[in-house]
């Protein structure tokens, strides 16, 4: 008889295993691949994902897989000025100013890149230094031929955004919004593909990369 309990308490234990490991499948494998899931969610489950890495440091690793933070395709229209510009008072719906549209639109990709890997403030080894992907952002009707966006610009377009200040947190000591208005790595941004990561250096500098090293 008490081999016949034993034999349930495992079986019971097994089930919960195969149940909870389930559902993190589910979770953090699953539904943030899922086509059609909203942007929010898919950002929030990799922001999570990040969170449990960066608390479950044990023995100077961390036990818990990035399984969540996938690189997303998504698309920016230059000229989506229901994006950029809806009530017109920045003037770049009149101006035909695709360049600063384009711009802000990846701006605030990047800015949900930061915030999706906790920005500066979760924990990372050594060993996982390096950049992490957030998203594959295809520009199109971005005119004229051989228009680009350069750091400058993209970094106004997350000022323009309210994610960063002049004068606040992001602005001298962070390279999510620049140190002198520099992203941490950078290649122009053209018409086409272009990608958007986040960059680990392992202490307080953690930033974003666009294009370079991605």
Known sequence: ???????DIKFIAFLI????????FVVFVVLPTTTGISSDAGDSFCHLNAALKSA?????HWVIPLLSCHERTTKVDANNWDECDADGKRGWKSANNRVSCAAYQLAILGKRCFEMYGEDTYKFSASETGTYPCFKAKVVDFT???T???ESKFTEGMRT???CTNAGRFNNDNFACGNSENVAGWRDIKSGEN???FDEFGGSDDGIRVN???
């Open 56 to 60: 479950m440091f044990t023995g100077g």
């Open 195 to 197: 990608k958007i990561c």
């Open 1 to 7: 008889m008490a081999v016949g309990k034993k034999a």
């Open 17 to 24: 295993l195969a149940i909870v490991g389930g559902v993190i």
């Open 212 to 214: 370079d090293g991605c």
């Open 144 to 146: 004229p031929s051989g």
């Open 148 to 150: 680009v966006i350069d």
């Open 161 to 163: 955004n309210g994610y």
